[in-house]
């Protein structure tokens, strides 16, 4: 069993450039999860998909920010025009809809100049 | 609105030491899930425990304890004989169970215990 994997592992960008970052999940796992996590803090919720339906969105998530899951498989989180503010670990979780544990990848570390 | 509060920002102990991270949390619904995660300085979440709110046995699993009292909203995390290698921040989080789409919703996590043992 393979676990998430997310790429890039960091990035690094100058503000006002866009950014897309990707989460392979489980591969039985039909929900995905981002959240951002900056330092000090504990993981906050950005957005989840049941298969490639998306379900909930936070207000977190600005207008800037789009995620994606095509075919119910990997998904993909766009930032448009960085801001400083968005440096962050971008963090993708999976897990099956029966249960509620969800497993996280490694992460994505951005750094907006 | 879920909330979960971990008043302990960091823990030092001594290698063999006995240490408890504290976990209270808030929620309105009577159905929810309990989860603890590690995350040690690589950065990777590491699932360790969850627990339904039905169900307040408390769990053993090696060195780690876990004690859920509904009646103080506390869902506290003991390790004993702690090692080097448990040094870590720890998360609490807290999940309500969504009855249309069959769980799986949105974690609230704590702002973290980090615990530091030394030899």
Sequence with gaps: DTGVSQNPR??????????????????EHNRLYWYRQTLGQGPEFLTYFQNEAQLEKSRLLSDRFSAERPKGSF??????????????????????ASTDTQYFGPGTRLTVL | AQKVTQAQTEISVVEKEDVTLDCVYETRDTTYYLFWYKQPPSGELVFLIRRNSFDEQNEISGRYSWNFQK?????????????VVDSAVYFCALSESNLYTGGGNKLTFGTGTQLKVEL
Excluded: W
Aim: hydrophobic residues 25%; aromatic residues 8%.
């Design chain 1, 10 to 27: 960091h990035k690094i960008t100058k503000r006002g450039q866009n950014v897309t970052f990707r989460c392979d999940p489980i591969s």
């Design chain 1, 75 to 96: 998904s993909t989180l766009e930032i448009q025009r960085t801001e400083q503010g968005d440096s962050a670990m971008y963090l993708c979780a999976s897990g099956r």
């Design chain 2, 71 to 83: 009646s103080t909203s506390s869902f506290n995390f003991t390790i004993t004989a702690s090692q």
